[in-house]
């Protein structure tokens, strides 16, 4: 209900035009009970992206019997994108122009990004003789996460005729796979 508000909100006035109470209000529930939900207006905005980022690790740990952590990582990715289709977009993804959430988008993404860099890091570094803050292991958590970003934004951006998202992702995590398989000795 708190996101379904927002998102009628949030079109109607913009995002910094729309205020906590505006949403409580609008969804049936009190200020208190917002921030029973979530901690801050920006959650809002992140509502499916954090469900599928919470699935990471057991996608990962799904993903690690593969001998290859190269493959494991490309595998939990896909698994990661898998739930999103054309019957479930983050509408603040797609809505963002409309809403005025672009800055707020990226201002927020930051920690979200850092946290699941965080989870890839230390499952490649689990698998290899790296130790867990071993920057070439951050680096590719971070250049793996900077491709799935990019390709939920074009597929965001396909229209109607987007299908899953999966196939997005899989044309930008491989290239970063395959890429860091020789700084991580993997062949």
Not at 59 to 67: F, I, K, T, Y
Not at 86 to 109: D, F, I, Y
Not at 121 to 130: C, I, K, N
């Amino acid at each position: 209900m708190l996101q379904e508000a927002a998102a009628e909100l949030f079109l109607e006035q913009t995002y910094a035009g729309t205020t906590i109470e505006q949403i409580a209000r609008r969804a049936g529930v009190s200020r208190n009970t917002f921030f029973n939900y979530f901690p801050a207006k920006s959650d809002l905005l992140w509502v499916d992206v954090d469900e599928a980022l919470a699935h990471l690790p057991a996608a990962l740990d799904a993903a690690a019997v593969q001998s290859d952590v190269m493959e494991a990582v490309r595998l939990a990715m896909l698994d990661v994108a898998s739930e999103f289709g054309p019957s479930r977009v983050p509408w603040a993804l797609t809505q963002a122009e409309l809403m005025h959430t672009t800055g707020e988008l990226e201002a927020s993404a930051l920690s979200r990004f850092a946290r699941a860099a965080t989870v890839l890091s230390a499952f490649v570094a689990q698998r290899t003789s790296r130790d867990r803050g071993d920057l070439v292991c951050r680096s590719f958590a971070m250049a793996v996460l900077a491709a799935t970003a990019a390709a939920a934004m074009d597929w965001a951006q396909a229209g109607v005729q987007r299908g899953t998202l999966v196939p997005y992702v899989d044309t930008a995590v491989s290239p970063v796979c395959n890429g860091y398989r020789a700084p991580l000795h993997f062949g």
